[in-house]
Nanobody
Framework: QVQLVESGGGLVQAGGSLRLSCAASGRAFSNYDMGWFRQAPGKEREFVAAIAWSSGSTDYADSVKGRFTISRDNAKITLNLQMNSLKPEDTAVYYC??????????????????WGQGTQVTVSS
């Protein structure tokens, strides 16, 4: 049974920073990409960022480029998302994801095989 457990969410003022983490367990994860999605109230789930297992290449949604940084520790099977210059529109539940796919499909939610339970991020104005 694969488990993805997110941590690090919370309440922060606009302009502040948060660091999300995701710990994966339950099986071997070599060649699995990892990423983050988010979902705000009343909105569809949207891609935030992802990182490839082998190359370490990354991709970001335009809305977070230059502010968020994704990284991973393959030995510990952990994923991080450093979020700086946070805006009220970043408020959402953030989900860690794990799967095997081409990077061109990272934006598609059904691409990802496994999802965490989510962690709430609230940015006050």
């Amino acid at each position: 049974q694969v488990q993805l457990v997110e941590s690090g969410g919370g309440l922060v003022q606009a302009g502040g920073s948060l660091r999300l983490s995701c710990a994966a367990s339950g099986r071997a994860f070599s060649n699995y990409d990892m990423g983050w999605f988010r979902q705000a109230p009343g909105k569809e789930r949207e891609f935030v960022a992802a990182i490839a297992w082998s190359s370490g290449s990354t991709d970001y949604a335009d809305s977070v480029k230059g502010r968020f940084t994704i990284s991973r520790d393959n030995a510990k099977i952990t994923l991080n998302l450093q979020m700086n210059s946070l805006k009220p529109e970043d408020t959402a539940v953030y989900y860690c994801v794990l799967g095997r796919s081409s990077s061109s499909k990272w934006y598609v939610p059904r691409t990802w095989n496994y999802w965490g339970q989510g962690t709430q991020v609230t940015v006050s104005s």
